[in-house]
Every structure is written in C-alpha cells, then in structure tokens.
C-alpha cells in the first residue's frame, strides 16, 4: 500500500550568498516558532522577506510499477502572501495568503524516470513569519475502484474518525450537500479596482467549470457585486443570468454588502437588507430571497433578527464565531430572537476557503452531526477571500471520493436546497435572545476613527435630506447612488479600519463627493420647501437695510429642548405668536455668537432675522430670558484653581485635576474620583488592526498635563476650558464645555497622534456602583449585567457602542450616561465605565491613526435611569447639529404667515425614535409624489402609541419595503421596530387621519 511522499526533508533552502542547505529545521525556526517547528515546518521570518526553496524530485523506483494505473499529484500548503512553484524553469502555478494550496498533477516524463527540478519562491506576509505547511506527492487511482489501493491510507483515516466519534467504520446516515463557494471581500489587503477584477475572474472560472463539471452548483453574493458586474460587464452578467435561470448559479445575498454588523446604526444596517433585498427581488425574480449570508463580518448586533425580518428574510448565515478565541459558540443551528420578538433561523456554516480533502471533510460532517442532530451536513470547497473559487483539481478530487463506499455521499445543489428542509426543525431547535458577540477582534471600534467619523456624518446628510424630501413632496435628485456609496464603505473590513492605507485613500473621494451632494440636495429640498411654507422673519419695516432672514430646523422628532447654538455676530430676533423678540447673545472668541433657541419640538422650524448690531434697530429691546444659563463660580476654600460649572440641570467641578467631580441637577455626585485619561501600550496581538492587547491594562504609560485648565468662556450662554498635555510625543488638548438648556458636559480631546501600538482610553470612576449597565446598537439597546458572572460575560471586556452607554444603579436606576459621538469600543464594570479613543496599530496601515484627530463625547447624569433621563434622544442632539441657513428675503406668501414656530412632524414621545423617513417610489409599488415610509423604533419596555400629526393620513403598516400588511395604528410593542405607509393630507382638508 504505496504511502504519499513526504518531501519537506528534501528541500533545499538557497541562502542570500549563494549555496544551499537542509530547509526543514532551521536555526531560526527553532528558535523564534518552536511550536510551527514541531509540526514539520518550514519556517522564515516575517515582513516581506522571500524564501527560495529547491528540490530534485526523481520517481521513486518501487513506484515505476504503478504508471499505468496511478497519478502522481504535488500537493503543496504555504503561509505566504506570494506563492511560485517553477519545474524545470517554468512556472506552474502562482498562489498568495488565499490561494493557499495546490494539487498539480506531475507529468507522463516523470513516471518515465525523468526527475523534474522543482522551486518554491515563498514571500512571507508582512504581519506574520512564513511556512511551507506541507509538500508531499499523493497517488490517486484512475480507476475509481482503486485496484491498487492507492487510497487506502486515507480511507483508514475516515475509520479512524468516525470510530473517535463513537461510530463504526462506515459512513452512517447522512450526506454531504456540496456548492462551490468563493469568498470575496470588497477590500482588504487589496483596493477596491483589484476586487471588481477578481469578481470577474471568480464568475467566468465558475461558468467555464460549469461546462466541465456537470455537478457544479455555485453560490456567491453580493448585490453591490452584480450590480457592478450588469454595468460593466454585461456580457459576463448575461451568462450569470443563464445560468441562474438554470439553477447552478446561486444569489447569495442580503444585505447590499456583507458589511460590519456593530458599527453601524440602526437606520444604517437597515438601509443594508432594504437596498440588498429590494435589488435581488427586482434583479433575480426567479429565485427566492430569504437568506442573509454574512459568512465573515466581526460580529451581529442583537437587534439584526428584527431588521432582517421586516425586509423578509428568514436565515442568516454565517461562520465568524467559530473564531471565537474563548468560548466555543453553543450551537450550529438555531433561532435567533431579537429583544422585541421578531426572529431569524440561523445557520452556522462549513469554513470558507476549503478543498475536497476527504478528511477534512468527514471531520466537519461529523461535527455537525454530534453538534446540530441533523444527518446532512453543508460543505463549501473553493479559494476564498480574494475570490477563486472551486478549481479542476477540487472538483476531480470531489468526483473521486464521491466513487469509494468509505467515504459519505455527495450531493452537489444549493444552499436554498440545502436549508428547505430544516425549516421543519425550526420547532425544535434552541432559541438565542442576545447578540452574536464575536471573542475576537475588539480594536474594530476604536481602530482608524476618521472612517467612523465619515460613516456617521454621510448617513445623517442622506437621512437629512429623505427627511426634507418627504416632508415637502418634492421630487429631488435619486439619493440611491450616494446611499450606495455609504452602504458600499460600511464593508466589514474598510468600515472598521482593517484594511491596507490605499482603500483609505481612495475612499477618500468617494465620501467627499457624495456628502457634497447630500447636503445640496437636504439644503436645496428645505430652502425651497420653507420659503413656500411661509416667510422667514419679517424684513418688510426695514427697506434697504441690512437685515436677513434664518431659518433654524431641528431635523429630528425630538421632544420639547432650548439648544445653544453659534450663529455669526448680530442682533438676532424671534419671530412668535405675540411679535418678535430679541434673543440674548453671548460672543464666541473664535468668531460670532453664542445664542438659545427657544424649545424646539419635533422636527420644528423657527424663523430669525438677523441685524448687524450697529443698524440701530432695536439694539436697547430687552432680550429673551436665556433657560438654564450657565454659572462659573469659584469653589470657597477649594483654592484660586477650584470652580464650580453649573446651568441647573447639571454641574461639574473643574480643578487641577480636570474633572474631578460631576453632580446631576439635585446635586447628588456622580464620580467616585478624577476622570481619568489613561494611556497604555497596545502591542503583541496577531490581527493588529483588528484586536485590542488582553494585557493592555499590565503596561500602563505616562500620560502628562501641562498646568491647571484655562477658561475661555464663562457664561452664561455657554463656558468652556481648555486643558492641555502630552502622552509621548502627541500633544493633547481637552476642551470642556457647558451651554445653557443643556443637562450633559460636553468633552473634546483633540490630538497630533504620532504614536505606536498605544491605546488611549477614557476611564471614568462611578460615585455609586452599577448593577447593570446598557449601550445603544445596531437595532436596538443591550443591557448587561455590572458584574461579569460567566465566562462568556468575562469575554465581553470590550463591546461597540454606536451612541450612548450608561450605567444603571439599583432601585429606580440612577446612574451615569455617555453620549459618544460614535461608534466606539467602550467597556463597563461596577466600579467604572470606559471608552477607548485612539489607537495606533501598523498592519495592514501602517499610519493608521496618525495625524490630527479629534473625539468628542459628553457626561449625562441620568437621575432615574437612562430611560427618563432620555439618554438616546439626548444622544441625538449632541452628535446631529440643528440646520441653521439664511434665506432668501421676503420669499413665502406673506409677513403673517412666519409669526410663529413650524412643527413639520410632532415629537415622537418617550423612548421612540425615529429610524427613517422617506419617499417611496415607483420601485417601493408606490406612484410618484405619494406616500412615505415611516420607520420608527420603541427603545422602551412598555407599549406606546404616537401620532403623525394634522398633516398626514396613515395609509396603514408595511414591511421595510414598503409592501402593505395591514391596518395597524402608529402602536409599538416593547423594543419593537414598526414601519408605516404615510400620506400627506390634501390642502384645505379639515382633519386628518391619525392614531
């Protein structure tokens, strides 16, 4: 029984000087990767560096007998990110840190007795040290009954197997339901121009394999690929689209990319499964759309159940969690239940980028089976991650096994195919009512902010600008490219910073231009939408002078707030109901004023006029009484450095210390010390970009401050200090700031980073322990427990939050929020709350992080808890400024008209919060200039209801497609997600339909 040829011992190692020695054993890797070395190996270090490897390869002489009924393969395995086998001076095959394996047939010369000279030129990749994994020469049958017993060796493997699984030696119940896979990501240590070329490659070798190997199925996504693909490269589209119509080209799809899963926001990750699903339906109506194939993201918000739902979807898909560092995830098949109820069936996949190895794949088999209870398993062989795909050798290894009695059935289909059947396990199967955190990759949060800060800033102008165009009707610009735009850098490895710098830079452009064009097209939509509406402030008394008319709008449906703004310097006036008023002013050093806008309810409009301040026009009227104004008071006997910061709705206590304490407006304190701003050294971790170091805290670092804070503005419409330090070589700046009408403290810390492998972190001591803490995600709030008990609460030492953490005291809840402008990794434990700020990671970027940044978040006491301190809403405020314009002088239909304040769409109420208002158009199955859809979550434990106002009829409930579904009331459930078909009332009509 001929064994496969071992041929790591035999390779030669070329040094850089010229001669050769054994590769295998080498000083080097004995002496930095002892553990590699003990498996064979054959290692060289990291960082780019090439190995040259050479080998005369004769046929053995007790093989020659065997010619006639055998062939000979080089099956080879690497770590490196380039990868050249040359025989004879010419080469074969080229492979990288994908493309990791290749299983060449040797030529008829060979089995003839002629040697073949055989190189390896291995690149190891830059992040990591390079191996050969393994090299041997296998011998397969040409007649699949295996005369020769050529595959006997591996079979009594698979009895090996099974019988360590407690079975005989047959392959028992159950097959192995085979489709040809091809992993791509959109970018990563790649641009984004070599994906396009890749996804072509990847789709042209499927359908040519498809001619070769009638069996073949071929599964891939994403809708943002063929959308590309149908515009540039239509013929190749056209035979995907045959070969869907045929069945063995599979659209597995979703979302509008397989994008990050915690960074984003509700409306964002949304907006993902409705412009993924509403493209599939329109693009592949053939086939069915109720899978979320999300093989790779770095972990699932707890909400995403319940927006997968609301555009159909009924599986999700995915095989992340298996590289959980920790805690092996429980389960393989399950129900995923979101907090409000609504629930997917959930699949947790073969590995990606696999092959047709017979072991592997009765081991995988035979897992499943012992884990799920369910006979057939799912195997998806092809090169991943850079595309590629099944090749010929996969394929005929495939069609080899699938002939021997040892090994278990094969049955080539779809994943479609594949999932009917378990839908009538759905019963049965256990039900998960939390997140799928992922044990791994906790830096994503924290890693390259500036993505962060685009993401959150193009998806407010484009849910801006919906919003203006819903509320006025009229037709604008398609928003559907620049949203793809948005949808398309929320990929999994660009949003959370993963990739290499040339993805960054090229991305640059693309958020650039597109928030361009949102803001015109919100500026345009409300410009024209308010000066119909009504007038701004009137200017009439005051021909030729050099009055202007603003209109400030708040574009959230937000409850009842004054909000302390910066407008240019001048006389400003109020239009109201009794007249104008003239609004107190405080100047700003950098320029301008500071000034209150008295509450502002829903989505509200108020109408200014400003003068400049020597006009002589109403210059001695006595202004509006500021709300909540901001007091600085000296502390007595605390010391000339001491002072109390104050507006009645919170206060702080600002020292040499900087923040040393914070009080809620009862003055009850908030902080057990100091707010700490700590630095520490972040290195040693595989996936640099990706995971923060397990024993960072171990390796603190000096973090040092220049002096005592310095007041630059002190009331009483807002008070501001600045602090300044060092942490190495960066300078750091801490502005604090307080305005009037506000209940949080408002911190900046801006920075020329130029550090290395550190973390910066904001640690913030409570005054009172928490017994549970809670964070806004993706779909919805999480609440946790203070102290971790279990060891999958341990795991969970840094989580993403998009907008707000707070902590939660016993009894009715006191405790303390963060409002962040967001996402960001934050952490919670009974004594403190924590959120990491910078980092500065080198692989794959090796700038990343560097330059000038600057991160912002505030301090909310929460008296009651975070629901009745409004913690989500008060988020909003802070990270989504008011739209503050001038206007066109004396346009709208009259002075009378603007004498008071808008409301375009009421406040929604406690703990609702707005997700998405916007059109609908003909691709929603609505007619043009008809209905919006209103998509509105419940953030709460307790039904409530709302209204659309006067000036809409509620056409009934729909999904998040727009698709009816019945006649519901504007009513949500606790935690819920709702979504509405809304129309505006006709001119002149007396009521309005509302709820």
């Given at each position: ?37 003990a ?47 040359w ?10 840190l ?34 050969l994994?393994s ?11 295996d ?42 240590l ?44 239509p ?26 899963c ?7 990750l ?82 990606i ?47 080899l ?6 090994a ?36 994503c ?11 959150r800033?193009l ?24 949203w ?60 030729g ?5 603003w ?23 109020l ?52 709300a ?48 700490a ?18 024993d ?8 040092t ?34 305005l ?11 920075t ?28 919805g ?20 939050a ?24 934050v ?6 709350l ?26 909310l006491?929460?008296p ?54 916007r ?38 409930s729909?999904?998040?497609?727009g ?33």
């Amino acid at each position: 029984m001929p064994r496969p040829l071992d041929l790591q011992p035999l390779w030669q190692a070329i040094q850089p000087g010229g001669g050769s020695g054994p590769a295998l054993g080498g000083e080097w890797g004995l002496r930095h990767r002892p553990d590699w070395a003990a498996r064979g190996l054959i290692i060289w270090p990291r960082g780019g560096q090439w190995c040259h490897l050479r080998l005369h390869c004769p046929c053995p002489e007790a093989w020659a007998p065997l010619a006639e009924g055998a062939r000979a393969r080089l099956a080879l395995r690497w770590w490196a990110d380039s990868a050249e086998l040359w025989v004879d001076g010419e080469r074969i095959h080229s492979g990288d840190l994908f493309d990791t394996a290749c299983r060449w047939p040797l030529p008829e010369r060979w089995w003839r007795g002629e040697a073949l000279d055989l190189e390896l030129r291995l690149r190891s990749p830059v992040h990591d040290d390079g191996a050969l994994i393994s090299s041997r020469i296998e011998l397969e049958p040409l007649d699949p009954a295996d005369p020769l017993g050529l595959l006997a060796a591996t079979a009594d493997e698979l009895r090996q197997l099974r019988r360590e699984h407690r079975h005989d030696g047959a392959p028992g119940e159950g097959v192995i339901q085979v489709l040809g896979h091809a992993h791509l990501d959109l970018a990563w240590l790649w641009p984004v121009a070599d994906t396009w070329q890749a996804a072509e490659r990847t789709f042209a070798s499927a359908l040519d394999l498809m001619e070769r190997f009638e069996t073949l199925h071929f599964g891939h996504s994403t809708p943002a690929l063929y959308a590309w693909l149908e515009r540039h490269r239509p013929a190749l589209f056209e035979r995907v689209r045959r070969a869907m119509w045929e069945g063995r080209f599979e659209p597995l799809n979703g979302p509008w990319v397989e994008s990050d899963c915690v960074l984003l926001s509700t409306t964002s990750l949304l907006r993902q499964f409705q412009e993924g699903q509403a493209y599939s339906l329109r693009t592949f109506p053939e086939w069915s759309h109720q899978l979320a194939w999300l093989p790779d993201s770095f972990g699932f918000a707890a909400g995403l159940p319940a927006l997968a739902a609301a555009t159909g979807l009924r599986w999700f898909c995915t095989h992340k969690l298996a590289w959980n560092a920790t805690n092996p995830f429980p389960h393989r098949l399950f129900r995923w239940r979101s907090r409000c109820g609504a629930e997917v069936l959930a699949l947790m996949t073969a590995p990606i980028g696999t092959d047709g190895d017979p072991v592997a794949m009765e081991r995988y088999r035979l897992q499943w089976q012992q884990a799920s209870g369910c006979a057939d398993a799912l195997w998806l062989p092809g090169v991943g991650d850079h595309g590629g795909g099944p090749t010929a050798e996969m394929l005929e290894q495939l069609a080899l096994w699938q002939e021997q009695p040892v090994a278990a059935g094969q049955r080539h289909g779809t994943l479609r195919a594949y999932l009917e059947p378990l839908e009538s396990l759905a019963e049965q199967l256990p039900v998960w009512r939390d997140e799928l955190y992922l044990e791994l990759h906790r830096g994503c949060p924290t890693s390259r902010p500036d993505q962060k800060r685009h993401n959150r800033t193009l998806e407010r102008l484009l849910r801006e600008a919906d919003l203006a165009a819903a509320l006025f009707g009229r037709p604008a610009p398609a928003a559907t490219d620049d949203w793809r735009t948005l949808l398309f850098q929320q990929f999994h490895d660009i949003l959370p910073g993963t990739a290499i710098p040339e993805v960054f830079e090229q991305a640059e452009p693309q958020w650039r231009g597109a928030r361009r064009r949102a803001a015109r097209r919100r500026d345009r939509t409300l410009r024209l939408g308010l000066a119909a509406a009504g007038p701004c402030a009137a200017t009439a008394g005051a021909p030729g002078s050099a009055a202007e008319s603003w209109c400030v709008v708040q574009l959230q449906p937000l409850p009842a707030q004054p909000r302390t703004v910066r407008l240019p310097a001048g006389d400003w006036w109020l239009a109201a109901a009794d007249g104008e008023r003239r609004l107190a002013g405080q100047p700003a050093p950098g320029g301008g004023q500071w000034l209150q806008i008295p509450d502002l309810e829903g989505v509200g409009v108020r109408r200014l006029r400003r003068q400049a301040t020597d006009a002589g026009s109403g210059g001695e009227a006595a202004a509006t009484p500021v709300a909540g104004a901001v007091r600085l008071e000296r502390v007595a006997g605390g010391g000339p450095d001491h002072w109390r910061l104050g507006n009645g709705l919170v206060s702080a206590l600002i020292g040499p210390a900087g923040v040393e304490q914070l009080f809620d407006g009862h003055g009850r304190p908030q902080l057990a010390g100091p707010l700490a701003w700590c630095r520490w050294r972040d290195r040693g971790e595989f996936w640099d970009a990706w995971d923060l170091a397990a024993d960072y805290r171990e390796h603190p670092l000096a973090w040092t401050w220049e002096g005592v804070p310095q007041w630059l503005e002190t009331g009483p419409l807002c008070a501001r200090f600045v602090w300044r330090g060092r942490c190495g070589e960066s300078p750091v700046r801490l502005d604090g700031r307080l305005l009037a009408g506000s209940p949080w403290l408002e911190l900046v810390l801006g920075t020329q980073w130029r550090q290395r492998h550190e973390l910066l972190r904001l640690e913030i001591p409570l005054a009172d322990p928490a017994c549970r803490w809670a964070a806004d995600t993706a779909g919805g709030v999480i609440e946790r427990p203070a102290t971790a008990r279990t060891a999958r609460e341990r795991a969970r030492w840094e989580i993403s939050a998009v907008s707000w953490m707070a902590a939660v005291g016993p009894g009715r809840g006191d405790g303390l929020a963060v409002l962040l402008d967001g996402p960001q990794g934050v952490s919670a434990t009974e004594e403190r709350l924590g959120v990491s700020l910078l980092r500065a990671p080198t692989w794959p970027d090796p700038g990343a992080d560097n330059g000038w940044q600057r991160q912002r978040l505030a301090l909310l006491p929460c008296p009651g808890g975070w629901r009745a301190a409004a913690a989500p809403q008060q988020a909003t405020r802070l990270r989504e400024p008011l739209w503050c314009r001038p206007m066109a002088p004396g346009a709208g239909a009259g002075a009378e008209a603007g004498n008071q304040a808008e409301t375009l769409f009421p406040s929604l109420g406690e703990d609702l919060q707005l997700v998405a208002l916007r059109p609908l158009g003909a691709d929603d199955g609505a007619e043009a200039g008809g209905s919006v859809l209103l998509s509105v979550q419940n953030l709460g434990p307790c039904r409530r209801c709302f209204s659309a106002g006067p000036d809409w009829n509620v056409l009934g409930s729909c999904d998040a497609l727009g698709q009816p579904q019945g006649t519901e009331p504007l009513a949500l459930g606790p935690w819920q997600l709702g979504h509405w078909r809304l129309g505006r009332v006709p001119a002149g009509s007396a009521t309005a339909q509302s709820s």
